[in-house]
């Protein structure tokens, strides 16, 4: 079992910046894939990217690819999506998630955080 608890977001202008956190509990984190989505208002949730395991090795979707950062410290349980040059285009509540399959592979993912509301005013 791996719980997730998500942290940051909020309201921000556009150009700025905002940085989540997602922090797992258990001893098994550095064996998970782990996955950011994101959910707009009366749209379906869709993958943002994803790391690896070992942290080596990330994947983005195009509309967030040189914006956005996916890193990982296993030392402390703990994932980052790091957002940068934001637009109202990006507000959405943004989820992390955790996988031991395919790491853009949006079926797979077993265990999710609670979600996190990013804002981004024009």
């Known amino acids: 079992q791996l719980q997730l608890v998500q942290s940051g977001g909020g309201l921000v202008q556009a150009g700025g910046s905002l940085r989540l956190s997602c922090a797992a509990s258990?001893?098994?984190?550095?064996?998970?894939?782990m996955g950011w989505f994101r959910q707009a208002p009366g749209k379906e949730r869709d993958i943002v990217g994803a790391?690896?395991?070992?942290?080596?090795?990330?994947y983005y979707v195009p509309s967030v690819k040189v914006r956005f950062t996916i890193s990982r410290n296993n030392d402390k349980n703990t994932v980052y999506l790091q957002m940068n040059s934001l637009n109202p285009e990006d507000t959405a509540v943004y989820y992390c998630?955790?996988?031991?399959?395919?790491?853009?592979?949006?079926?797979?993912?077993?265990?999710w955080g609670q979600g996190t509301q990013v804002t981004v005013s024009s």
């Open positions: 998630a955790a996988t031991t399959g395919q790491p853009m592979g949006v079926q797979g993912y077993d265990y």
């Open positions: 258990g001893r098994t984190f550095s064996t998970y894939h």
């Open positions: 790391i690896t395991n070992s942290g080596t090795t990330t």
